[in-house]
């Protein structure tokens, strides 16, 4: 399995773009790239996943670039309700079925 | 889309009560599912993995003996904590994709478990 290296805190102030990078050196063919948000005592939700190059939703970018060994989650314009979270995983469908290990994650805090 | 829900949300029990946590997909049929467990401060860590109808895939350290996981149908599963006790006190939560390849996993909102 990918392990993934994330830096273990940032801070913003909001209304700033937030770019958190997430090292996956040990990538495979089949693994996709998803980010997760996470609150206190909730479950993670689904922010966007890739596999390669750019990918766009209403709430985030994900950036690949070619060799895949890392992905930059980029969050635009952040407000305090972004504080949380954000853990980065990597994964797919392999020999022994769909596997993916959690890393520590970045703790986002967004300051007024 | 892709809503799972888990439930009980919060339990308190006495130690040696055997406690059974659901959950469910209510949008999408969940092919594989995923139990994790999360310390205060830290990140989910893997329990199992289950398969629609086929035993759970157990991560090695965690007792298949103390924590009952069943996936009878493809939107329920059950992790079963037997005879608890005060060092089974986490916060488990549920995860579910469908289909294959790109799927993401969807998490449930987590039991918090105390154990007196």
């Known amino acids: 399995l990918a392990k993934t290296t994330q830096p273990i805190s940032m801070d913003s102030y909001e209304g700033q773009e937030v770019n958190i990078t997430c090292s996956h050196n040990?990538?495979?063919?089949?693994?996709?790239i998803t980010w997760y948000q996470q609150f206190p005592s909730q479950g993670p939700r689904f922010i966007i996943q890739g596999y390669k190059t750019k990918v766009t939703n209403e709430v985030a970018s994900l950036f690949i670039p070619a060799d895949r060994k890392s992905s930059t989650l980029s969050l635009p314009r952040v407000s305090l309700s972004d504080t949380a979270v954000y853990y980065c995983?990597?994964?797919?469908?392999?020999?022994?079925?769909?596997?993916?290990?959690f890393g520590a994650g970045t703790r986002l805090f967004v300051k007024a | 889309g892709a809503v799972v829900s888990q439930h009980p949300s919060w339990v308190i029990c006495k130690s040696g009560t055997s406690v059974k946590i659901e959950c469910r997909s209510l949008d999408f049929q969940a092919t594989t599912m995923f139990w994790y467990r999360q310390f205060p401060k830290q990140s989910l860590m893997l329990m199992a993995t289950s398969n629609e109808g086929s035993k759970a895939t157990y991560e090695q350290g965690v007792e298949k003996d103390k924590f009952l996981i069943n996936h009878a149908s493809l939107t329920l599963s059950t992790l079963t904590v037997t005879s608890a006790h005060p060092e089974d006190s986490s916060f488990y939560i549920c995860?579910?994709?469908?289909?294959?390849?790109?799927?993401?996993?969807?998490f449930g909102d987590g039991t918090r478990l105390s154990i007196l």
């Open positions: 995983l990597v994964g797919g469908s392999n020999t022994g079925g769909f596997k993916t290990i």
């Open positions: 040990n990538i495979a063919t089949n693994d996709y």
């Open positions: 995860s579910a994709r469908g289909g294959q390849g790109d799927q993401p996993q969807h």
